[in-house]
């Protein structure tokens, strides 16, 4: 389908990373829901600059829920006392400073409906390969991206979903278990993906969650997945533009040093355990509130922490399979070693078939 070697697609927001894991065999998807008009076009030139003719994907999240066309500060001003008391005395508690600048709204949960729509036709006028939807893949979408030849793969978390999404005709599904970095629900990736392929018929199903060594790619592809959507993977390489004080904990972290909460969006998210989630998780915290109002919330505590590099606040959302990215190595190498061990566990298993 992508005339790609390997089955692997590097879910990333670091355009480094994607053309290494492209490079190298691999497809690559990257991230673009948070980026304005003006930087999503910047990087597709600078994707097309350095691969040709070859494909990529770009991923929106594109919520029903978000507003049409409200302004982020509209909604600010509706959040309740108790919550930005709440948001105020965490600040107090680690003497959390003021962010530098100005709070990148666009960036933590100033997305609107009409920016969404924007976006998208950006994409279909540069005729991106692949477009990627968390969240919800609306049906416009799919008729003008296949009108142009384009492909449309939905992200889900649930069958139900899964199925929706099938009927609407997207291209591939990635199915996504609860192991996962970022917003994920509550179905492990060892349940949800047989359960997807089961209803997928020849519509291919990506599985992602916790996908992190040669041995879950062989999973995987022994669940009947038709390849794997890595995102923890590739934080830490050496090509990826994250901070290296979050490096250095992807590189010790351990997947009980992750946590799933709603306290960053309002959505069910698992990154990297901080003040913010600790606290929002205790006793004495408000309910939480809904997307985007717990965003407009956190942006304040998440851009001071990253502003400031203080590295006891920040945090980053990162899967399960944390535990097994120890060293910041090339994305290409990353990559080759993921198809050598899942080769290992075939020709081991074929091995065993044979003698059995
Ligand atoms: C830092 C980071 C940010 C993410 N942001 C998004 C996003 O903006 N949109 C999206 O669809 N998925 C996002 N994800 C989730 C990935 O698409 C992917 O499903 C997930 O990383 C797979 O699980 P794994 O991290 O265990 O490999 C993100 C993942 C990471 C690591």
Redesign the pocket.
């Known amino acids: 389908m992508l005339g790609v070697e390997h089955p692997v697609v590097a879910?990333?927001?670091c355009r480094e990373v994607a053309v290494a894991a492209i490079r190298a065999g691999g497809f690559a998807?990257l991230?673009?829901?948070?980026k304005t008009l003006d930087e999503l076009e910047d990087d597709l030139r600078w994707m097309r600059d350095n691969l040709g003719d070859r494909p990529f994907g770009i991923?929106?999240?594109l919520p029903n829920s978000a507003p049409s066309t409200r302004s982020p500060e509209e909604f600010i001003a509706e959040i309740p006392s108790a919550h930005s008391d709440f948001a105020k005395h965490i600040k107090e508690k680690y003497d959390v400073p003021a962010p530098k600048g100005a709070v990148a709204l666009h960036q933590w949960g100033g997305l609107t409906q009409e920016m969404g729509r924007a976006q998208i036709d950006l994409l279909l006028d540069e005729h991106v390969p692949v477009i990627?939807?968390?969240?919800g893949s609306p049906d416009f979408l799919i008729d003008a991206a296949h009108e142009r030849g384009l492909m449309v793969w939905g992200?889900i978390g649930q069958p139900r979903q899964a199925a929706l999404q099938l009927e609407r005709g997207v291209d591939a599904v990635?199915a996504?278990?609860y192991?996962?970095?970022?917003?994920?629900g509550a179905m492990g990736?060892f349940s949800i993906v047989p359960a997807v392929v089961d209803i997928a018929g020849d519509t291919p199903v990506i599985a992602?969650?916790?996908?992190?060594t040669g041995r879950h790619l062989a999973a995987a592809l022994c669940l009947g997945a038709s390849g794997?959507?890595?995102?923890?993977?590739?934080?830490a390489s050496q090509e990826s533009d994250?901070d290296p004080l979050v490096k250095e904990r992807i590189l010790t972290a351990t997947g009980d040093d992750t946590t799933r909460t709603a306290c960053i969006s309002g959505k069910t998210m698992?990154v990297l355990r901080c003040p913010w989630t600790e606290e929002w998780d205790g006793p004495d915290a408000p309910p939480l509130l809904e997307t985007p109002y717990q965003m407009l919330l956190s942006a304040d505590y998440l851009q001071a922490a990253n502003d400031h590099r203080r590295a006891d606040l920040m945090t980053?959302?990162?899967?399960?399979?944390?535990g097994f990215v120890r060293e910041a190595r090339g994305t290409g190498e990353i990559l080759q070693e993921m198809i050598e061990e899942a080769r290992s566990v075939f020709v081991s298993l074929t091995g065993a078939a044979d003698r059995a």
């Open positions: 879910f990333t927001h998807v991230g673009e829901a948070m991923d929106l999240v990627a939807t968390g969240l992200l990635v996504q278990g192991d996962a970095a970022g917003h994920t990736t992602a969650g916790g996908v992190t794997v959507w890595p995102g923890t993977l590739w934080l994250v698992r980053e959302a990162a899967g399960q399979g944390v």
